[in-house]
């Protein structure tokens, strides 16, 4: 179905992950990556892992820059960073550098939709890229954003690609549910993960985006943000607080849920840039909260809230791959919280 035309309010910008210099609360999984790098022993495959907007394409982004700009030496600081005027730096900031390839869904030539998985064909160029004449500083890396969107043939041919590792080449893998990808993929991978931000970390990133906003304002956002800035910036942007809100709505009145104040929420969503996958990062994110809330007080079948939380995230992830209806996809999680509702309890 054709989207409507949107007229959503102007968002503010903030700079894509192979622009962003700063990485907030991430110091235990840099200081692993610095020891590996610096000390000249970089293992062949990372897998970083952690909740979305917790920095891990920030994180990937530094490894390539340090690896492109200094290769596996101590050549450069023990933070990993690299100066924004550095011919490495200047490349990748322009996605231009022929030693980095970033692998994410593609576009099908068909439809013009992105497609649902990330293909086959995609992971294939690692071959070829992989296999090029390497460039000044000897190393090539490669982020495939996100691991978890591989289908099985995918999944199959990185695999291949990591029993046969390439020397100077490093595949950066992210995810965000690494319990879902092949069990032979991972233990391939070194792991770096990183954890949800605490209060100060958040308010401190907040500061810095969003510097004209009030104190109270970023604390508000960060207690809400689930431990994530991604989060906590897309509450600051254009609806995000009232799609957070509605979120929260339909977990409470997840037994009974308003049919009608969903198909308003349907329409609402079609006038929102991304509406909704963001509505589905605080969906995701409202659950997950209860969950753990849950698990802490001993609570009962949180088995059935988990398999609910899984679904929910196919649910929308599907939908954003085949650009369906939000009313439709919201209907329909609607019907799986209650289901579960009735059978589990509350959330």
Known sequence: MARRPRNEPAEPEFPHPRRSAALWGQDAALAIAARA????????????????GVGKATFAYRIARYLLAHGATDRGPADLSVPANDP?????????????????????????????DLAVDEIRKLGGF????????GWRVAIVDTADEMNDNAANALLKLLEEPPKRAMLLLL??????????????????????????????????????????????????????LGAALALAS?????????????IEQAAQPDVVALMALGDRLYRVSDGLPKFGGFLVEALSSR????????????????AALARLKDNFARAEGLNLDPRQTLLSTARDLSFTAKRAGAA
Do not use: Y
């Open 37 to 52: 790098l610096r000390g000249g022993r970089p293992p062949q495959a990372w897998l970083i892992s952690g909740p979305p």
């Open 238 to 250: 254009g609806e995000g607080r009232a799609l957070a809100d509605e979120a929260s709505r339909l």
């Open 291 to 306: 969950i753990r809330a849950r698990a802490h007080d001993g609570a009962p079948n949180l088995e059935r809230w988990t």
């Open 175 to 228: 995810s965000n549910t690494p319990g879902r990808l092949l069990p032979t993929i991972r233990s391939r991978c070194q792991r770096l993960v990183l954890r949800p931000l605490d209060e100060k970390t958040l308010v401190a990133g907040l500061k810095h985006f969003l510097p004209e906003m009030s104190e109270s304002e970023r604390t508000q956002l960060a207690g809400l943000s689930g431990g994530s």
């Open 88 to 116: 490495a730096s200047l490349q990748v900031a322009a996605g231009a550098h022929p030693g980095l390839l970033l692998l994410q869904r593609s576009v099908n030539p068909d439809t013009g939709k992105l497609r649902r």
């Open 130 to 137: 992989f296999g090029m004449t390497s460039g000044a500083g």
